[in-house]
């Protein structure tokens, strides 16, 4: 099962920033956050992982709180590109990934 | 393109039959992921392989199996086909040869899918 919570759906208008919210309230010390997002039935993309400290990267930004039982995915100027399903993780090592249901992002014109 | 190569894209074939999905990892990935999607469902895991060795199992059912080969690419073999085994299944690769197992990091790169219609 899933060790993550996230709302099913959300809406974000394009040029906004969305942010999209991930509960881990069992997160183990040595687990990382992953999130990665699947755009229609195309392979699941890698956006961005973190461990304690916040991260940014070309494509998101990631907000984890100091209790680490929680976390946002911030992507700062949607586009109509980023309508995607998002799945937020937490693994660690080399175990596999297991995902849930995700959150469904509908960006807006 | 990912660097994860999953052939064929697409497959029609009847129930009873049996199909393989090849899977090639990205240059220097020792691990391959299988996973299963169907319609509307979410991505479930099916099996591991590490550098050749079953490393972690999933539900996959008993008709399927897969193996990791010398050269580290990867088949899924799915025999006695059902409808129900309709999906897409995706292939992922992780692990660089040089940093080998460890707790740390691991992010998973995916195939395109291969997506099977069992008629």
């Known amino acids: 099962d899933a060790k993550t919570t996230q709302p099913p759906s959300m809406d974000c208008a394009e040029g906004r920033a969305a942010n999209l919210p991930c509960n881990h309230s069992t997160i183990s010390g040595n687990e990382y956050v992953y999130w990665y997002r699947q755009i229609h039935s195309q392979g699941p993309q890698y956006i961005i992982h973190?461990?304690?400290n916040n991260e940014t990267n070309e494509m998101a930004s990631l907000i984890i709180t100091e209790d680490r039982k929680s976390s946002t995915l911030i992507l700062p100027h949607a586009t109509l590109r980023d309508t995607a399903v998002y799945y937020c993780i937490v693994s660690w090592g080399a175990q596999k990934l297991v995902f849930g249901q995700g959150t469904r992002l509908t960006i807006n014109p | 393109d990912s660097g994860v190569t999953q052939t064929p894209k697409h497959l029609i074939t009847a129930t009873g039959q049996r199909v393989t999905l090849r899977c090639s990892p990205r240059s220097g990935d020792l691990s391959v992921y299988w996973y299963q999607q169907s319609l509307d469902q979410g991505l479930q895991f099916l099996i591991q392989y590490y550098n050749g060795e079953e490393r972690a199992k999933g539900n996959i059912l008993e008709r399927f199996s897969a193996q990791q080969f010398p050269d580290l690419h990867s088949e899924l073999n799915l025999s006695s086909l059902e409808l129900g085994d309709s999906a897409l299944y995706f292939c992922?690769?992780?692990?660089?040869?040089?940093?080998?197992?460890?707790?740390?990091?691991?992010?998973?790169?995916f195939g395109a899918g291969s997506r099977l219609t069992v008629l």
């Open positions: 992922a690769s992780s692990v660089r040869r040089d940093s080998g197992l460890t707790t740390g990091a691991n992010v998973l790169t």
């Open positions: 973190g461990l304690k």
